[in-house]
């Protein structure tokens, strides 16, 4: 006989809708991932799409790009018709198949070299140290608005270059288009989502073509990278993106870095306070930072869900899929799957091995990951080193996204 919370699980599994989700679940996802992946692994949603819960099954769909495709010209229509942000996404390197997403993502990768990365290593830390010093002198802060959207926002500025007078609006651009990603969207989320693809269009036009004019260090300014593309042998261009794909790129690695990396500094420092030991355990041991910052990623992951759509009639898990059918891929709940990791609800820092899919897996897996474990590893890290005692000073606010997990705000006592 199944026991009532069996059937409370099966009830929660079979009741699972996307586009209608209560608030408990935005608070906690995890109990809804857990049923689905015992009683419904393979969800077929109200609308046809189906929803992957299993790790193995995630790593599969991600593992076969022909079969699953990433290319949205023919989902994003009905969402979006014919607009900036059609045409944003559709031109975003995620959102394209071989053979363009090959050479798109060639250029954008050449262009986020580790030299690149490395070089950007001493300004994050002066950075993360200044917000440090403002807090201590405050003794309280709101941990997103005040830190963990500050570091992004500025890093991934410096990655591009963008003149510091002009960076006010990308963090309100980013929001913005991000959003209407979400699985329902209202008239003014798509309004705000569009105009803002076009002011950030008309502002990078005229940045690169500052840059044109004024190429800089291509050892480390990835926007005169882009811009220039793969050298040949001889130092001619040999590759080069179209401005199109230029811009809108440049806007989804702008946007990419924001709010995943936000929040994963926050969801991190916020999921320390609530195990003491662990956090006893990183301030006893720095050097755990490097495991902890992997534990933060698959535990509480910032971006919880990816697409795709098949390409053929196919099976998934044993279960026959038709062509065209749209697939979401649960990362958040994959990094809980039981199979691929003991005690999955448990967030254990020196967890190992910890291969989990926080930054999705294969050829389109996340191109700024180094950039996000650096960002991660000095923010985390020194603000724990540095308020060791630092604890809630009020109830967090939520995001209120199911796409990208964090939180709006998280008000703290910096001891
Ligand atoms: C914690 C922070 C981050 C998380 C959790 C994250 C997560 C992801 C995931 C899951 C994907 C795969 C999407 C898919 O296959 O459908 C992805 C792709 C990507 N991410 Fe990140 N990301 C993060 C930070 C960054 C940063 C800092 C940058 C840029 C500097 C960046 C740039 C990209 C790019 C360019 C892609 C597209 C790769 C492709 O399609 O080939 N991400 N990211």
């Known amino acids: 006989m199944p026991t009532a919370t069996a059937d409370d699980a099966a009830a929660l599994a079979r009741d699972f809708d996307l586009r209608h989700l209560s608030p408990e679940f935005y608070v906690n996802p995890y109990p809804v991932y857990h049923a689905l992946r015992t009683y419904e692994p393979v969800k077929r949603m109200p609308d046809g799409s189906l929803f992957l819960t299993r790790f193995r099954d995630v790593q599969a769909v991600y593992r076969d790009p022909k079969t699953f495709s990433s290319d949205k010209t023919v989902e994003f229509r009905p969402k979006y018709g014919d607009s900036p942000l059609y045409a944003h996404h559709t031109t975003s390197l995620v959102f394209n198949d071989p053979p363009r997403h090959t050479r798109v993502r060639k250029l954008i990768a050449g262009a986020l070299t580790a030299r690149a990365i490395a070089a950007m290593e001493p300004a994050l830390v002066r950075l993360v140290d200044g917000l440090l010093d403002a807090a201590a002198g405050r003794g309280r802060i709101d941990l997103i608005g005040e830190f963990a959207s500050a570091i992004p926002v500025e890093i991934i500025g410096n990655l591009l270059d963008v003149p510091h007078a002009e960076r006010a609006p990308l963090r309100d651009w980013s929001l913005a288009i991000l959003g209407a990603l979400e699985p329902s969207l209202t008239d003014a989320q798509f309004e705000r989502g569009n105009r803002a693809v076009s002011e950030f269009v008309d502002y990078l036009r005229g940045l690169v073509a500052r840059r044109r004019r004024e190429p800089g260090d291509p050892q480390h300014d990835v926007l005169t990278r882009l811009i220039q593309g793969e050298r040949g042998q001889n130092g001619e261009s040999s590759e080069q993106l179209s401005e199109e794909e230029l811009l809108q790129n440049c806007i989804f690695i702008l946007n ?11 969801n991190g420092l916020v999921t320390l306070t609530e195990w003491p030991d662990q956090r ?3 301030l006893e041991e720095p050097a755990l930072i490097e495991s902890a910052v992997e534990e933060c990623l698959r535990f509480e992951s910032s971006n919880q869900l990816g697409n795709r759509m ?4 196919t099976e998934i898990g044993g279960m026959p899929v038709a062509r065209g059918t749209p697939i979401t891929l649960c990362i ?10 003991p005690e999955p609800d448990s967030f254990d820092i020196r967890r190992a091995p910890n291969r989990h899919l926080a930054f999705g ?17 000095i923010a985390i890290g020194r603000f724990v080193q540095r308020f060791p005692s630092y604890r809630l000073d009020g109830e967090p606010t939520r995001g209120g996204r199911v796409r990208f997990r964090g939180f709006a705000s998280v008000p703290l006592l910096c001891r």
Not at 256 to 266: F, K, S, V
Request: proline share 2%; charged share 20%; glycine share 12%.
């Open 256 to 266: 990419a870095g924001h709010e995943t990396t936000t929040n994963l500094i926050g």
């Open 361 to 377: 897996f294969g050829i389109h897996q996340c191109a700024g990951l180094s950039l996000a474990r650096l960002e991660a590893r």
């Open 332 to 341: 958040g709940a994959a990094n809980r799957d039981p199979d691929q990791f």
């Open 280 to 282: 006893a355990a990183l």
């Open 310 to 313: 098949t390409t053929i009639d």
